[in-house]
């Protein structure tokens, strides 16, 4: 397994819809080492979310394997493939999930309260969660209900989330996919920012700007790989960016996107 965080082999997932079998992923055969930011492009239903449930352990998959840091998750039980999704995996999605009833800040802390793992006090806990917050720009906002902030705070606030527990591997299903423009790089520039503190990171993402500042892209077409693009780890100018960006809209046109 050598640097692998994430291993699948002859990974492959079925649903049966009204006796007939749907075949959503077929015989993906997947690595990502430590360190690297993977962009998962392709068309509608090509199976690029369930691939990230599947891989995540949010779904159990119908055939193969699935190695995280090592382990096979298929021979976890519920209760200890839920503990390495709360102690060793972070999450944001499009929709921001997050408790009404709870303040941002504790929102923030809510997966870090629930880790047996986490051995700091309340107190410890909460100070972190105001470090995430304070690094992310959004330190002002502790305090603030939910509904009180803007959706690029509230996805920001998700990323914190996601760090509480200094996770090995952060799961991104269309993290800017519900932002504008100027929310959505504040967002990815925080991912790479994440990214190059060595956290590994998968994107699922329809955006060519967002995949373009990631060191590999996957394309899924019809539930399997057809092809991936290296793109080496994005530096951060804007030139950089354009060229990154003009050289992957053209492998995507080859590709049929």
């Not at 780890?233 to 003009?246: A, S, Y």
């Amino acid at each position: 397994m050598n640097n692998a965080v994430l291993q699948t082999k002859g990974l492959c997932k079925t649903y049966i819809v009204n006796k007939h079998q749907n075949n959503v992923l077929k015989n993906i055969n997947l690595t990502i080492s430590n360190g690297e930011m993977v962009a998962v492009m392709g068309p509608s239903g090509s199976g690029k979310s369930t691939l990230l449930y599947c891989v995540s352990g949010m779904d159990k998959v119908t055939a193969g394997e699935v190695f995280f840091n090592g382990r096979e998750t298929a021979k976890l039980s519920d209760k200890e493939l839920a503990r390495l999704r709360l102690d060793e995996m972070g999450f944001i999605f499009q929709q921001m999930y997050m408790m009404k009833n709870l303040s941002v800040l504790d929102n923030i802390i809510f997966p870090a309260v629930k880790s047996k793992k986490n051995r700091s006090s309340r107190r410890q806990t909460e100070e972190r969660g105001r470090a995430l917050m304070h690094r992310l720009g959004i330190g002002d906002v502790c305090g603030n209900d939910i509904n009180e902030v803007s959706g690029g705070q509230l996805q920001r606030a998700c990323i914190c989330r996601s760090m509480i527990n200094n996770p090995k591997m952060i799961f991104a299903d269309e993290p800017t996919g519900a932002l504008n423009r100027a929310s959505s790089d504040e967002v990815m520039n925080e991912l790479l920012s994440l990214n190059r503190d060595g956290t590994t990171i998968m994107c699922v993402t329809h955006d060519a700007k967002v995949a373009a500042k990631c060191s590999r892209v996957l394309y899924i077409v019809d539930g399997g790989i057809v092809d991936e693009k290296e793109m080496g780890h994005f530096g951060g100018g804007d030139k950089e960016l354009r060229d990154r960006e003009r050289e992957l809209n053209n492998w995507l046109m080859e590709q049929g996107w």
